[in-house]
């Protein structure tokens, strides 16, 4: 693994969970990512709409330790994939959680939409019980839920409250994928980013993340300006729980809000 600021890199295995996941989906498509295209010859993307992972912590990871991954997938519908895959290491663990749904870019490539998988068959299984990371996502998108209750507490997802925003300028050379679009690796840095000058004068620059629960809502292009707002802030002896969102501000659309536990270096 990629190491970063004396610790595991958070954008490097954000990175290689992505690829894990779209690996399980080419092996049950039995196809490469690139040759994926429906019925009406469109090119098919596996958009993330939720990520959740947690860890005990990025500076627990050594250099030179080895981590292996394995994981699983299933599929909802015929479009939407939820993956689970663990990265263990010397004495640490990574459980992790991904969901993707089929998409197309329409309008000139500018918007995202859900694709139609009619005669694309493949061999992953469907999901036996449907979960809350799949019903949770469908009715907080709605609005049909205000609380998000989550293996490490609640959380209340649809709070506005504004304690700090900061623009964010997207640097097209780490921010945007292949596609032009903003890469979805991107989304927790860029918020961590955006906090830092908030973080300091609070004293919390020391913390590291142990968990995330990104919310995808949409997209945007190399050239719009974001800004980050920071809605929720708790300090529990020795972590910080933060919600965040991620806004286009030339419309004000959402386009992620992230839960985020960090816990002081030792």
Known sequence: ????????????????????????????????????????????????????????GLRIFTENEMLNFSGKIESYGKSTFISEIVGSGNRNTIDAKLMTVF????????????????????????????????????????????????????????????????????????????????????????????????SELKGFSGYETIYRDILYYGNCDANDLLKVQLHSLEKTNDKISLITSIIRKKDNYLLAKIITIKKASS
């Open 103 to 198: 998409s197309v870019k329409i309008d000139n490539g500018n918007v995202i939409d859900k694709a139609k998988m009619d005669g694309i068959n493949n061999t992953i299984p469907q999901i036996k019980k449907v979960s809350g990371f799949l019903t949770d996502y469908n009715a907080i998108k709605k609005g049909l839920i205000a609380e998000l209750d989550t293996a490490v507490g609640k959380f209340d997802i649809l709070n506005n409250e504004v304690l700090f925003e900061k623009d964010y300028y997207i640097n097209p050379f780490i921010d945007i994928n292949g596609v032009g679009l903003l890469y979805f690796a991107a989304y927790p840095i860029i918020s961590d980013a955006c906090l830092l000058s908030f």
């Open 1 to 56: 693994p990629q190491m970063a600021n004396e610790g595991l890199s958070e954008s490097w295995l954000l990175k290689y969970l992505g690829d894990f996941h779209w690996n399980l989906i080419s092996l049950g498509f039995n196809m490469k990512s690139s040759e994926f295209y429906d019925n009406e010859n469109q090119r098919l993307y596996a958009t993330f709409v939720r990520i959740n992972y947690s860890l005990p």
